[in-house]
């Protein structure tokens, strides 16, 4: 939804409509070479990727509508998903010592094509919404429901506990995306909530896991098993 | 300036200060200081009620207080009618409470019931009990938890009856649930029998509101609103299957709240197993709810329905007045014993309303209203006597520490304004004239018997069923007299049986003060019925399909029914009861002037050493009745003789075991009970703890959800 509201807005069209594809096809990308890596290491840096792309479309959209506060929600943005969660991350990674995501339940080849079907469902699913409105930036909604659904297959069928952040927090890139495209940007007291909580959640998994390897010496989900009644 | 606002403000301020004084106040001050602003938040119910009930009508909206949107409040006669109710026991539980929560008396734990029958199994840890064994003093009722609770309890339940919309009433009926349930375990240091009670009221209570929420929801739904309003212009709009369904749903919900059979199971244990003023606040007036919610959905904001309807009520009315008396006759526990008797006289209630909807939906006002009448007053009436005799019941359970009949006796002596005060109440339980109770039976007998003889001939339906509610409106009132002549006769008369109740001393005057309430309202209403006809007309003047007229007219002292010829006056009744009582004393005084007089012991058959092991006890007592209805109540006896060793001819003791269990209960519920857990086995690999798969089944259902809606779409 584009409310250029008569004036000439201050990106041209089809810079725009490139750009923005340009970004969301980088964004799935990303997601999908997630579900292919497993040095942890790398699926660290490629969150980072994914922060900066979530703060360019969310600039892409402010030079669109011409608004500050958009600008801000990409500082934001940039700050938080390429800069200080990815350094949480890497925190983590160094106190356990564990490189690679060893023995996930899914192997790399089904992983990536269960990534396949998921973005075909994002897709089919997603139809009646672009049907709505139909803009460039609904088009391409699909993309960011794909990035929310490998999130949770992440979540579902990785074993680390880094994993598990990874997974929670390709989610959320995933549900920023939509909420981006959808809404052509979110206020910033709503991105700030958002971010907030985010932030929160994300140290109280690196506690857990901290936790967890004092606990077991490895961060195994499957090792809580034991929790139950 | 309006009445009800400034009533249910009270009731309101009331609360918070009172939950605000139990819970901060120092532990010496807390019962009195609850108790007088628990008192007061009854003061604010009567007075919205009285002023609701005299025409004055009110309603008010509060925006964001519940999550889903605004609270609605209004009160129209209905609400007044329980407000003023509520409100009323309330004052009485509340003034009671001062002394029953304060320092001194015994409470019932599990070394009194132990030494009565066989301990419970596995009997818990001594270590746990908080039990003065010098004294047997137990303060759990007064604990800062249970006088915390206590004020918002009586405001939540006053605020159901106000409530004006569907959320507003859900969100109090649950609050009200939730703080009866913690009032229900008080004592559960004390008892392992409050766990259970506990247990199977919190299990019953919200299956109860589940039902209520899925029928509100579903006409909420299917009328568009969720205001009471809105319901009220959109049930004609529904569906007849909607309606009955809606109809089904709430009845079950509300009845089980009323204690209606099948659904009392939760009743004679949760009720005895309170403290008593929360048990009298329970039993008296938070059962009537029930008979509220279900007149209020399905008279008013249904606008009545099909005759079935009626029947159904009637039936299961029917089922629960001979259950619950059944039972009630054959309890030996004094507070089980008039829990029974709450189901017995809800199910009273529910003969009147369900055969009030059979003739709205025939069109037959005059005898519709009659009878719906009769179930509020009998409600009010009910509320009453069952306050006085839970406070009584609880009197005696302070001074004695014991709740079973077989073991108290001779506190007339001992107790003997508590024992007067107990008596009218029994009185009044029984329904005989001059109590209260009778007043109202009689016009529901009334309003049954002239079913058959209106104009015109009636309908099948209507001539083989009336006959039999008056048959078991018959067998329940009489079975009611043997009832509460055996819980006023063995309880309080005759001599002592056991150490307890030889030394049992008289209530602290807040007790007597809140016991004497309540009997003053039960006199009043016993007394001047005919006060309540204007009142009882503005609330039939509720329900679209009962409201003709005023049922009841009063004609100065008699009480005259409208429609078809009957009268009868309370007053004249009690003068000529007390006149004819005066005279055959003196009769026999005068006749007997001249001859020589002994002293010998009453009832003693010329034997001079009666000891108490010779008196009647409650089991003896009930014992006719078990042996004529053993094939409904189906009572389990063991005897079990142990020889010596030596030679198996000489006995060395004998064990006798005589218990009645709620047969319902032990038939239905069962089967109930081990197929939830059967599901809850098989259900048990479904959870094994792997985060991965509670996580795979969010996705799998989202997924499912998507897919579900893009292809219904």
């Known amino acids: 939804m584009d409310h250029s509201i008569g004036l000439r807005p201050p990106v041209s069209e089809t810079v725009y409509v490139q750009t923005l594809n340009l970004i969301c096809g980088a964004l799935l990308l990303a997601a999908v070479l997630i579900l292919w890596r497993r040095e942890l290491a790398a699926i660290v840096r490629l969150l980072v990727v994914q922060g900066v792309l979530l703060a360019a479309l969310a600039a892409l959209l402010g030079a669109r509508e011409g608004s500050s506060e958009l600008y801000a929600v990409a500082a934001g943005v940039l700050a938080l998903k390429a800069v200080v969660l990815p350094a949480v991350l890497r925190r983590v990674l160094r106190d356990t010592g564990e490189v690679r995501e060893t023995e996930p339940l899914v192997n790399v080849a089904a992983s990536l094509l269960a990534g396949a079907l998921l973005t075909l469902l994002a897709y089919a699913v997603s139809r009646p919404l672009v049907a709505l409105a139909p803009s460039p930036a609904t088009q391409a909604l699909p993309v960011a429901l794909a990035v929310m659904f490998l999130g949770f297959f992440v979540l579902v069928t990785r074993r680390r506990a880094l994993s598990q952040v990874v997974g929670f927090l390709l989610m959320d890139n995933g549900i920023t995306a939509t909420a981006f495209l959808a809404t052509s940007g979110v206020p910033l007291i709503v991105e700030l909530g958002v971010s907030l909580d985010l932030l929160l959640v994300v140290l109280v998994l690196q506690v857990l896991t901290a936790r967890m390897r004092l606990t077991f010496g490895r961060t195994d989900l499957d090792e809580l098993r034991e929790l139950r009644d | 300036m309006n009445l009800i606002a400034a009533g249910l403000g009270v009731v309101v301020a009331g609360a918070a200060a009172g939950a605000a004084t139990g819970a901060l106040a120092p532990a010496r001050a807390r019962p009195l200081a609850t108790g007088l602003l628990t008192t007061t938040v009854g003061l604010g119910g009567v007075l919205a009620g009285a002023a609701a009930l005299a025409g004055q009508a009110w309603s008010m909206t509060v925006p964001g207080i519940l999550p889903l949107g605004a609270a609605t ?249 001979l259950y619950g008396v059944l039972q009630a006759s054959v309890a030996t526990d004094l507070k089980r014993l008039l829990g029974y008797s709450t189901t017995e006289n809800v199910g009273l209630m529910l003969i009147g309303v369900g055969a009030a909807g059979v003739f709205a939906a025939e069109g037959n006002r005059a005898l519709a209203g009659l009878l719906m009448a009769a179930a ?126 030889a030394v049992a001393v008289e209530s602290p005057p807040s007790m007597r003060a809140g016991m004497a309430l309540a009997a003053a309202a ?184 998507l897919v579900v809606v893009r292809l219904s779409g």
Request: hydrophobic share 55%; aromatic share 6%; net charge positive.
């Open chain 2, 73 to 321: 409040l209004a009160v129209d006669p209905l609400s007044g009618a329980f407000l003023l109710l509520i409100g009323a026991v309330t004052v009485a539980a509340g003034v009671y409470s001062v002394g029953y929560t304060g320092p001194g008396g015994r409470h019932a734990t599990d070394d009194d019931a132990a030494a009565g029958a066989a301990a419970a199994p596995g009997a818990e840890p001594a270590g746990q009990r908080a039990v003065d064994a010098g004294t047997g003093h137990v303060e759990a009722a007064a604990s800062r938890t249970a006088q915390a609770v206590l004020p918002l309890f009586v405001a939540t339940m006053l605020l159901v009856p106000a409530a004006a919309s569907v959320s507003t009433l859900l969100v109090l009926w649950e609050l009200m649930a939730l703080t009866s349930l913690v009032l229900v375990l008080a004592e559960h240091r004390l008892r392992r029998s409050v766990r259970d009670a506990g247990l199977w009221y919190g299990a019953m209570t919200h299956a109860g509101a589940v039902a209520i929420l899925l029928g509100l929801v579903v006409f909420a739904a299917a009328a568009g609103g969720e205001s009471f309003a809105a319901l009220r212009a959109g049930a004609a709009d529904l569906s007849r299957g909607t309606r009955s369904l809606v109809f089904v749903l709430i009845f079950a919900g509300f009845g089980s709240k009323a204690g209606m059979v099948p659904l009392h199971v939760w009743l004679p244990r949760a009720h005895p197993e309170a403290p008593s003023h929360v048990s009298a606040l329970m039993s008296a007036a938070m059962v009537n709810l029930g008979l509220y919610g279900l007149i209020r959905v399905g008279f008013d904001l249904l606008g009545g329905g099909p005759r079935w309807w009626g029947l159904l009520v009637l039936a299961v009315g029917g089922l629960s007045a």
């Open chain 2, 522 to 705: 039960c006199l009043g209403l016993a007394l001047a019925p005919v006060a309540a006809a204007a009142p009882l007309a503005r609330v039939l003047q509720v329900m679209p399909t009962v409201r003709d007229g005023a049922p009841l007219a009063d004609s100065g002292v008699r009480l005259q029914l409208v429609g078809i010829a009957g009268s009868m006056s309370p007053l004249l009744i009690a003068i000529g009861l007390l006149v004819g009582t005066a005279a055959t004393a003196a009769l026999a005084r005068w006749a007997g002037r001249g001859l020589p007089r002994r002293v010998a012991p009453v009832w003693g058959c010329g034997g001079t050493r009666l000891d108490s092991r010779m008196e009647y006890t409650a089991t003896s007592f009930a014992e006719p009745l078990t042996r004529v209805f053993d094939d409904v109540l189906r009572p389990e006896q063991d005897v079990v003789v142990t020889p010596y060793t030596e030679s198996r001819y000489l006995i060395e003791s004998v064990r006798f075991r005589h218990r009645v269990p709620d047969r319902l209960e032990a038939r239905l519920y069962p089967p109930l009970l081990g197929a939830a857990a059967r599901w809850g086995r098989w259900s048990r690999p479904v959870a094994n703890g792997s985060v991965h798969r509670y996580l795979a089944y969010g996705f799998v259902g989202m997924l499912a959800v």
């Open chain 2, 376 to 501: 509020v007053l009998h409600a009010v009436n009910h509320a009453a006597f069952k306050t006085l005799l839970f406070l009584g019941a609880g009197s005696v359970l302070r001074a004695t520490g014991l709740r079973d009949l077989d073991r108290l006796g001779g506190l007339a002596a001992r107790m003997p304004i508590t024992t007067a005060l107990v008596a009218f109440g029994a009185l009044a339980a029984a329904a005989l004239p001059p109590g209260n109770g009778f007043v109202s039976e009689w016009l529901l007998l009334q309003g049954l018997i002239h079913s058959l003889t209106g104009t015109g001939p009636p309908t099948v339906v209507v001539a083989v069923s009336m006959p039999l509610a008056v048959g078991v409106v018959a067998l329940t009132a009489g079975l009611g007299v043997a009832t509460f002549v055996k819980a006023f006769g063995v309880g309080f008369l005759a001599r002592p049986r056991s150490a307890p109740a």
